[in-house]
């Protein structure tokens, strides 16, 4: 029988998930010989036998990789049989940089089982890994993703640890991490900046048993550790961490152990089950024995399974643990030993550490379940750098998102690599985090940019990094809500214009305004403005957001007259000369922000006046729900020179209204919600009447109002809408900068035709 030969060349995630092995286990159950090797543009091999057996193992290889690799391209060529007879697995080659790097990857079955067994080498082994479980970005320090590019590199492998790494049928081959007690990483664990020996575990246990907190370091970081049932720790660490009110995320033990505390239906289960390992947020039982101080009055929790070794062996004897990030309040998640050691017992009683270094910090992901999608509400680990598909994209760009819950994303052809999340822009340790990790993943990935860009917003610590290009790069700045319009459109392949609704808290607008509430009509590359909200002075800038009862009093003014506002905030007693200050034009800068509208109805309630971060009034109103209360409110839709103006004048009367005649803020935020669903629903049907489309997009933060994307959702695609929102890119400013990218590339695609 005559034989044939290829040379494969197959990109995608194919490095440090068990592909070679896979491919090697292949050829021999099909009588192929060659071999299979890394290289810095992906898996090569060179394939040779019988025609027949050939494609189907290429047809195997597509359909059929394993649980962990993604497939995207293979590249056949014919080559000429050499009569070789047996398969090979061979060692990297460098080349091209053009890599598809996996994510952190949560435990798998078969080591979890092996670290609870007794008679196992890796019994209770806090580093145990195969190739299809364990770190992987936050451990990389260059590619090809081999163990002498990862800081695994100082470990020398024993004698039995070495036969498995070079087993092609163990599935531990190759795995970069692989290590076990007698040769690998160990725990440590640290009180009072004092060594202490023992068993680190009984130690943790002691502690934690007696209301302390101990920092453990993880994949991505140093996390708080503290009992999630007792009082009076979580209450500890928050005045240690200076987070008064934000919800802590937890871990619980297993899915049965977060039902008995929690509602989950398939689709959470499913993700929270999942190899990402994300944090997930479920709503909680009435009898939920959680300490009221890990989410205050909060009906939802943010839960996580175990996704480490180390973290099924401490919570062996814990059902539930706070597992919130190590640093204090908006600043970026300390990974350093060092910096751990010397920092983190002003907030923990114990470290508990090891010697293996993390290269790159890496925070937990969020997401949510609405509609039955998991909705990503920060992408990092378990997701990051896997990238998202940029369709037609021909440049290298790099776009630097927006100020807040900053992202990144270094599209490089149709691949988009966004980012984990960095944070707030604001604080001058993650300004140098976002720094460094752009310099990381232009030389991880081998990235160039020819095209920079950016929001519109002059002071943005991204447009001033944006500048140190302009002698090198063309510069391109894309509208804040464009580009969030932008990324929902590309996530989900949309060609055709479509209807936006934005609505979140803050974006600087084309006319100098902060914008916030708008209605976009338009492509991924250019929209135009079809509404938005009624403008309002945001009283004393920056200060209304950490004080809704500023916006609810600018609101009121509008709404009822200066007396009635200022009677409903007698007990504030800088109302009137805030009122002043904005008559005069001082430090009252005018908004359309739908975000400023939920603050001021929490305000005009009494759900909440002043805040701790941002978006809590928000979240508030939203807990504050009793859907058992009939009525709604109405929120106007008028038009003004072909523009709809979303009109809350008569929605803010009401519900002072509302307020004076004693309803429950249960049943004052029913209302309100439902309003703004209202609204939604109408300006669709209004847009659509005009423009004729029924395609509807949905992002910002507001959308992350579960309640409001469900019944939005579900209303308008029983109508004959086709709706669409964010689901792997977040549709807070996480996702700016995707939606920045492909704005850009559509943009330039356009000006060349």
């Not at 989900?492 to 936006?500: M, Q």
């Not at 338009?522 to 309002?536: D, F, K, N, P, Q």
């Not at 800068?589 to 941002?614: K, N, Q, V, W």
Request: charge should be negative; charged fraction near 25%; hydrophobic fraction near 40%.
């Amino acid at each position: 029988m005559k034989k044939v030969r290829y040379s494969l060349l197959i990109k995608g995630i194919v490095q440090g998930v068990g592909f070679r092995p896979y491919v090697f286990r292949l050829a021999n159950l099909l009588s192929i010989s060659g071999f299979v090797k890394n290289t810095s543009e992906g898996v090569y091999a060179e394939i040779e036998g019988e025609a027949a057996l050939c494609d189907s193992f290429i047809n195997e290889i597509k359909q059929h990789p394993p649980a962990l690799a993604q497939v995207k391209n293979i590249q056949v060529q014919k080559q000429e049989p050499i009569g070789e007879q047996s398969f090979a697995i061979i060692e990297s080659s460098s080349g091209i940089r053009e890599p598809f790097i996996s994510p952190d990857i949560g435990i798998c079955d078969a080591c979890a089982a092996e670290i609870t067994d007794k008679n196992n080498r890796r019994y209770n082994y806090a580093f145990t890994n195969c190739t299809d479980c364990g770190p992987r970005f936050t451990i990389i320090r260059d590619i090809p993703y081999d163990r002498s590019n990862t800081t695994m590199a100082q470990f020398v492998q024993c004698p039995n640890c070495s036969h498995e790494y070079e087993d092609p049928y163990n599935r531990r081959f190759h795995a970069q991490p692989n290590a076990c007690p007698v040769c690998g990483p160990r725990l440590y664990f640290y009180v009072e900046k004092e060594l202490r020996q023992g068993d680190p575990y009984a130690l943790f246990d002691e502690c934690i048993k007696k209301g302390g907190t101990v920092a453990v370091k993880g994949l991505g970081g140093y996390h708080l550790v503290c009992d999630a049932k007792n009082e009076e720790a979580v209450a500890r660490l928050r005045k240690n961490k200076i987070r008064y009110d934000k919800p802590f995320a937890v871990m619980m033990r297993d899915v049965e152990t977060v039902k008995n505390f929690c509602h989950v239906n398939a689709a959470e289960e499913s993700i929270l089950s999942c190899v990402r390992k994300p944090i997930v947020l479920l709503k909680k039982k009435e009898n939920c024995k959680i300490a009221e101080q890990i989410a205050p009055r909060n009906g939802s929790l943010g839960v996580m399974l175990p996704y480490t070794p180390l973290h099924l062996t401490v919570m062996h004897g814990n059902d539930v643990l706070v597992m919130t990030s190590a640093n204090l309040s908006d600043r970026p998640m300390i990974y350093d030993d060092d910096e751990a050691l010397r920092s983190l017992f002003d907030c923990a009683d114990a470290v508990l550490t090891n010697d293996r270094p993390i290269f790159r910090r890496m925070d937990d992901s969020v997401c949510m379940v609405v509609s039955g999608k998991t909705r990503l509400i920060r992408r990092a680990r378990g997701y990051a750098p896997e990238p998202v598909k940029l369709k037609g994209n021909n440049h290298t760009i790099l776009a630097l998102g927006a100020q807040q819950k900053n992202t990144f994303c270094l599209a490089k052809g149709e691949n988009a690599f966004l980012s984990g999340h960095i944070g707030d822009l604001d604080d001058m340790d993650t300004e140098k985090c976002y720094e460094s990790e752009i310099e990381s993943y232009m030389r991880l990935f081998d990235a160039k940019p020819d095209i920079i860009v950016c929001d519109m917003h002059p002071d943005y610590v991204s447009t001033r990094f944006a500048n140190r290009y302009k002698h090198k790069s063309p510069i391109y700045q894309i509208q804040h809500h464009h580009a969030h319009f932008a990324s929902v459109l590309a996530e989900h392949g949309v060609e055709n214009n479509a209807i936006g609704f934005v609505f979140d808290g803050t974006g600087y607008g084309e006319d100098g305004a902060i914008w916030g509430g708008e209605a976009l009509w338009g492509g991924v590359s250019t929209s135009c403005r079809i509404g938005h909200m009624l403008y309002a002075p945001l009283l004393g800038g920056e200060a209304a957001i950490r004080e809704p009862w500023r916006m609810a009093l600018a609101m009121m003014r509008i709404s009822c007259g200066e007396e009635a506002a200022l009677s409903y905030f007698e007990d504030h007693s800088g109302a009137r000369l805030l009122l002043s200050a904005s008559d005069r034009g001082i430090n009252s800068p005018m908004t359309s922000s739908a975000g400023r509208l939920f603050d001021a109805a929490a305000a005009l309630a009494g759900i909440r006046t002043h805040t701790t971060f941002e978006g809590q009034a928000a979240i508030d109103l939203e807990q504050a729900i009793d859907d058992l209360e009939e009525g709604s409110y109405g929120i106007d839709v008028v038009w003004e020179s072909n523009m709809m103006i979303f009109d809350w004048r008569q929605l803010i009367r009401d519900i002072a209204s509302d307020v004076i005649k004693g309803y429950s803020s249960g049943k004052i935020a029913a209302k309100f919600h439902r309003a703004v669903v209202q609204l939604l629903v109408d300006a669709a049907y209004m847009a659509k009447k005009q423009y004729g489309s029924s395609s509807v997009i949905l992002s910002g933060g507001v959308f992350q109002n579960a309640y409001i994307l469900q019944h939005v959702f579900t209303k308008l695609s029983r109508n004959g809408f086709d709706v669409f929102s964010n689901e792997i890119v977040p549709a807070n400013d996480g996702g700016i900068s995707y939606g920045q990218a492909a704005a850009v590339s559509r943009l330039i695609e356009n000006e060349m035709r």
